[in-house]
Structures are given as structure tokens and as C-alpha cells.
């Protein structure tokens, strides 16, 4: 996410964009060199206060390196936390009851500028806090704000972790595809096609995701055969549902 983010203010003229990396990648030594980005391998070794700081790491990770990061928040520096599960009081506990935080959950399409993040505002941080976030998060694509922090969690499960979903609903269909006789590359070439298609059509057409299915759906043909079996009481609804749930109760116990 870190490098999607990257991408995206840079493509949108973003300068004074210090990375700290430890490990940095070839493409990122690459920019350093060509002075799009300031590169360091610690927070100590910046100088001055950032105005913002995108904590982008994983959570695991943050719990170990989050206070490096105090010294910016108590000074000032806005927050913006994307990593899963790790609560404001969390962050708080480190970075102090005074630092001004927002959460994040961008996901994966982003990194094509076709993602949404989902975005809390913690207690003191700003209309033009709020604004600021917008704006360096919509590098990735929409934005969205939720009013409770708990929705993160929900936010996490359902678009954080969603594209899995649909890549594992590309593998199922290769799979099916297999079974009912077509090859492997080709079942695969269908189903990524199917999968993709259907999802530019939902971003062009802003009727209910119902409607463009009953758009598809003739009475008593082939697709109506195949949601008979999807829309049944245990199908595929109940199966999401208990999907989310888990994941949910996964970011949960991750605080």
C-alpha cells in the first residue's frame, strides 16, 4: 500500500515526500536518485516536523516501531494509521492522548488507482485534518468516511480483505470451468475476463448491483439455473456473510 500511495502523489506532482525504509527496493533507490523522494532508514533522521506522517505497515510490525514515530506525533504531525486492527487507544498508549489520528484501510486495487479506503477520524483531529487525509488517500481511488471506529473492523472485511474474495471467485470458476470441460488456460482466460468485465461494468452503470443482475438473468434459462443454487438459504449470501464475520472478528483480535 505504502508504494501504491507512493505512485500516486507522485503522478499527481506531490514533492517533499520523505520515505523511511530501512530495506529499500531497487525502485526506490531509483527515485531517490532522481531526488523525487527523500530516502532514510529512520524516522530519527528527519529533520524538522512532517506535516503528515502515513504510517503505512503492518500491524505486527507497528507495534515494534511505533515508537519511533512518537517524537512526530506528540510535536503536532497528523496520523494516518492503515494498518488493520490497531486501535487509536493502541496508538494512543504510544503516540500520546493529544496526537491527532486517523485510520485508514485502503486496499489492493489502489495500487491501479481503482481502489476505496475507508477512513475514521479520531477525537481533536480537524476539518482541514479530514481534508488532507481525502486528498492523499484518493491517490489510490474513492474515499469514504465512517463515523465509528469499530466500522474500520467492518470496513476491513469488506473491502480490505475483498479482493481475495473475487480473486478466490476467479479460481472457483477457472475450477468449474475445468469440470464442465474447457482447459485449464481457457477456463482461466473466461473467468478473469468474466470477473473483470462484470466489475467495469458495475463502475460504469450506477444501478443496483440487483438490477444488473436480473439484467443477465432471463426466467428459467441457463444463469437463473445457477443462481437457483447461489441464492439459496445456505449459498452464497450466507457463506459472505460468515466470511466477513470472520475476518471482522480477525481485526479485532488483532488490537
Known amino acids: ?56 505497515i503492518k500491524p505486527q510490525i507497528l507495534k515494534g516501531e511505533a ?39 485502503p486496499n489492493t486495487p489502489g495500487s491501479i488507482g481503482a481502489g476505496i479506503t475507508g477512513l475514521y477520524a479520531a477525537k481533536g483531529v480537524t476539518v482541514a485534518d479530514r481534508k488532507r487525509a481525502t486528498a492523499l488517500l484518493s491517490a489510490l481511488g474513492a474515499t469514504e468516511w465512517v463515523t465509528k471506529e469499530t466500522l474500520i473492523d467492518s470496513v476491513t472485511a469488506v473491502s480490505g480483505s475483498g479482493p481475495a474474495y473475487l480473486f478466490l471467485m476467479v479460481e472457483a470458476l477457472t475450477e468449474a470451468g475445468v469440470a464442465e470441460g474447457l482447459s485449464k488456460v481457457q477456463a482461466e482466460k473466461f473467468a478473469r475476463a468474466t470477473v473483470a468485465g462484470a466489475g467495469a461494468l458495475l463502475a460504469a452503470d450506477k444501478s443496483p448491483a440487483g438490477a444488473l443482475r436480473e439484467a443477465v438473468t432471463s426466467p428459467g434459462g441457463t444463469t437463473a439455473a445457477a443462481l ?28
Not at 519511533?68 to 496520523?79: D, P, S, V
Not at 447461489?230 to 457463506?239: F, K, N, P, S, V
Request: proline content about 3%; overall charge positive.
Open 67 to 105: 515508537g519511533a514515530l512518537a517524537g512526530f506525533a506528540r510535536g503536532g504531525t497528523l496520523m494516518i494509521s492503515i494498518a488493520a486492527g490497531t486501535s487509536v487507544a493502541a496508538l494512543a498508549k504510544t503516540w500520546g492522548a493529544k496526537a491527532r489520528v486517523i485510520r485508514a484501510m
Open 1 to 56: 500500500m505504502g508504494s501504491a500511495l507512493l505512485k500516486g502523489w507522485l503522478a499527481k506532482g506531490a514533492k517533499s515526500i520523505i520515505v523511511v525504509e530501512p530495506k529499500p527496493s531497487a525502485q526506490l533507490r531509483a527515485l531517490a536518485k532522481q531526488k523525487k523522494i527523500t530516502l532514510t532508514a529512520a524516522p530519527s533522521a528527519i529533520k524538522g516536523k512532517p506535516s503528515v506522517c502515513v504510517v503505512a
Open 228 to 255: 437457483s443454487v447461489l441464492m439459496a438459504d445456505d449459498g452464497l449470501t450466507a457463506l459472505m456473510k460468515r466470511a466477513v464475520k470472520a475476518a471482522r472478528n480477525r481485526a479485532q483480535e488483532l488490537r
